[in-house]
């Protein structure tokens, strides 16, 4: 993480000190006097180059010395650095109406150059792979969507649930059961984008054996009227590869 320190000059601000009451933000001087907590990535991002009060009065050539400020900063802190991953070769000025700076790095992941936000690297969040390996890694996801997704349900999550694969969000440990206010357990299956009711029940172990039982004709049919599906996918996402 980039350092900042007391005496550093972002536009018209200069650092002061941490603020005592704000984490991540440093208490700052515009030239024209006035004090305030500046957030740290509006520093260096170039987003914030001066006061509000300076801001409404700077003419836009002032501005435009602001921003070219906040760019030589940067470039200074920035290129031939290595931050979350990212090989920094060079900070590149705001684009159109975006205000934040942007640089040219090599991908983490797959080791091309691109273009990016700078903030976008330099956050405690910080992206970990370019758009290239974001497309690269739709391409099975588009591959199990036209296989695994068929008329209206999922083939994989229903192979999941015959598995017995819990869903995570289920509230008894035991798929497609509730426990209502009642204190009776109802059970359902979903079907092709609908919920079916199986019934009120006065134990866990009643709901269940019916949503079992259900699972088995429901979902046991579907996967039989589409035998070979794990085959084709497999398939499918090596020609993806």
């Known amino acids: 993480m980039t350092k900042i320190s007391p005496g550093d000059r972002f536009g018209h601000w200069t650092v ?17 006097g006035s004090v305030k907590d500046v957030y740290r990535s509006s520093l260096l991002q170039g987003t914030s180059t001066c006061c509000p009060s300076c801001s409404h009065r700077t003419p836009s050539g002032a501005r435009q ?20 991953g990212w090989q920094i070769l060079d900070v590149l000025p705001s684009s159109g109406s975006r205000r934040g700076l ?19 690297i330099t956050a405690s969040k910080p ?17 199990l969507h036209a296989v695994a997704y068929t008329d209206g349900s999922s083939l994989a999550s229903v192979r999941k649930r015959l598995d017995g694969t819990i869903n995570k969000n289920s509230s008894t440990g035991v798929n497609g059961v509730t426990l209502r206010p009642d204190g009776r357990y109802h059970a359902y299956i979903n079907f092709k984008r609908k919920q079916l009711y199986l019934g009120s029940y006065p134990d866990l ?35 993806k590869k």
């Open 16 to 32: 002061l000190a941490p603020s005592p009451s704000r984490p991540c933000y440093f208490s700052c001087r515009c030239d024209c």
């Open 65 to 84: 010395g602001c921003s070219k400020a906040a760019l030589v900063a940067a470039k200074k802190k920035y290129t031939g650095t290595t931050v979350s």
């Open 102 to 120: 942007r640089c040219r790095a090599v991908c983490p992941v797959c080791g091309r150059p691109t273009i990016t936000a700078l903030g976008r």
């Open 127 to 143: 992206i970990r792979r370019c758009s290239g390996c974001s497309h690269d890694i739709s391409k099975p996801s588009g591959a």
């Open 205 to 239: 172990a009643a709901a269940a054996a019916a949503r079992k039982k259900a699972e088995a004709e429901i979902y046991g049919e579907y996967l039989d009227q589409h035998e070979g599906w794990e085959e084709e996918l497999k398939e499918k996402l090596k020609d």
